[in-house]
């Protein structure tokens, strides 16, 4: 599976962006899909996964502000950030693997590239 994610950008404070991240090779919709983030200096964090059978998992630092949501039919996970403030500036990371508890702990198969969110105030 390789995954390309996009929709990175600058914005200000209070905006919503939504994050994009396309994957290649069959069975997507077999695959949990996750979306971490990797703030300036800090380590990766899990934000929010996809389970195939429809069950959605959240961090609790984003489960008021940000929506996962996958279509099978585009091979496509998205993210949704809404009311954005500088502390989501980070590098943010789709991920792919079958197992719930993987993507949940970041020990995931598949790794996207970064997509770079910057929030200003």
């Known amino acids: 599976v390789q995954l390309q994610a996009s929709g990175g950008g600058l914005v200000q404070a209070g905006d919503s962006l939504r994050l994009s991240c396309a994957a290649s090779?069959?069975?997507?919709?077999?695959?949990?899909m996750g979306w971490f983030r990797q703030p300036p200096g800090k380590e990766r964090e899990f934000l929010a996964a996809?389970?195939?059978?429809?069950?959605?998992r959240y961090a609790d630092s984003v489960k008021d502000r940000f929506i996962i949501s996958r279509d099978n039919a585009k091979n496509t996970v998205y993210l949704q950030m809404n009311s954005l403030k500088p502390e989501d500036t980070a590098d943010y990371y789709c991920?792919?693997?079958?197992?719930?508890?993987?993507?949940?702990?970041?020990?995931?198969?598949?790794w996207g590239q970064g997509t770079l969110v910057t929030v200003s105030s």
């Open positions: 090779g069959r069975a997507f919709s077999t695959y949990v």
């Open positions: 996809s389970v195939s059978g429809g069950s959605l």
């Open positions: 991920a792919a693997d079958p197992t719930v508890s993987r993507v949940l702990t970041g020990r995931v198969a598949y």
